[in-house]
């Protein structure tokens, strides 16, 4: 096979063979298979596909948070696959911004915190400037002082949408952001979401069972029992 010509977008996520078996013995399941792919720059992209497809372990894959068997992962260029484990972890602490479906806030901790905290602990200057700041631009200027239990979903989403873009990602990642809420509710955080990826020329990946969610991605990627669905067949 020859080399792909470098192209005039740059790519930010590329997985070349990328294979993942999760569990053990007759727990295990082969996850990952043999999976290439390529994300340009400032690109969105909606994975779809059936539960049990294996999104959710490719976003972790693309964040770092887990390790491939076989294959490799480059973020902006970075072999993720190939750094340590703590190599991983900062690279995403500066580089990908993860959302969940669940928001994943830390209970005893404001608002205010839930965003601050991460940033001072990665050593940032005025870590509670920039999370008030962050946090006033999703319209939650009011809220700082909140605790996670005193705040809508919508709101909760809000917060962790915060935390994921203070460092400033280049990437950001979001595993069914609009899961657990209300259509109107989801349709204002995935238009958050959309502007803030405009507005900072990031690279938006999502998994959505929603398809008016996967529509307004400039592209699809569809996954069927762990492989990439190219509609080839
Ligand atoms: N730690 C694990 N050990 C064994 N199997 C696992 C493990 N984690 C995930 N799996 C299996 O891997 C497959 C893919 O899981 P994954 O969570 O990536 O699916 P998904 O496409 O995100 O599904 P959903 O739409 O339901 O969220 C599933 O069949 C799941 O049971
Ligand atoms: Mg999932």
Redesign the pocket.
Known sequence: MTETPTTAKESIIRLKQADLT??IDA???H?LKSIDLDIAAGESAGIV??????????LMVMAGLERLDSGEIHIAGQPLHAMSEDQAADFRGRNIGIVFQSFHLIPNMTALENVAVPLELANVKDAFGIARRELQAVGLGERLSHYPGQLSGGEQQRVAIARALAPSPSLLIA??PTGNLDGETGRQIADLLFSKQAERGMTLLL?T?DPALASRCTRQIK?RS?RIDDGAA
């Open positions: 999760l569990g727990a295990s399941v996850v596909g059936p539960s049990g497809s294996g999104k959710s372990t490719l595993d069914e998994v069972h996954m762990g």
